[in-house]
């Protein structure tokens, strides 16, 4: 697994993880070293399992999760993505990164809830991040957790 850092024009630190790589974006004029902020993001307790998602426990906690946010795609497609893990659009189709069979199930989780969510908060703001504390408080934990599953793989 690839981790590049690179400096930004922003405020603060901001980690994304794409298919292939974490990217850290760092403010400019920050003066810390990266590499140890790096480090200290990777130094998170984990109290989760490293335990791949299968297919049928995939579509299982879809089915929960659509209940349990009342929402209902039109459409939900499993395919091979090559710059995220998920997307919806707004006509109602889902579709899914055939990667994720390959990843922890605590991150399909965040994936599935972070995804059906955008039906009904379109954009990352600050509505959505309450959303999706709401319903899975722990959702930060959960992609510190996969970004050193990532790293260490």
Request: charged share 30%; with cysteine.
């Amino acid at each position: 697994m690839r981790v590049k850092i690179r400096p930004k024009k922003r405020k603060s630190v901001a980690l994304k993880m794409i298919l292939n790589e974490v990217v850290l974006a760092v403010p400019e004029k920050v003066k810390i070293d990266p590499e140890s902020i790096l480090n200290n993001y990777l130094k998170a307790s984990s109290k989760f399992e490293d335990k791949l998602i299968s297919n049928q426990e995939f579509w299982q906690k879809l089915n929960f999760w659509q209940d349990k946010i009342k929402v209902r795609p039109k459409r939900i497609q499993i395919r091979t993505m090559k710059n995220s893990w998920a997307s919806c659009s707004s006509k109602g189709f889902l579709t899914f990164n055939s990667l994720l069979f390959s990843m922890p199930d605590y991150f399909a989780d965040y994936i599935i809830i972070h995804e059906l969510l955008h039906f009904k908060i379109p954009r990352h703001n600050k509505l959505f991040r309450s959303y999706l504390s709401a319903y899975l408080p722990d959702w930060q934990d959960r992609l510190k957790q996969t970004v050193k599953f990532l790293v260490n793989k």
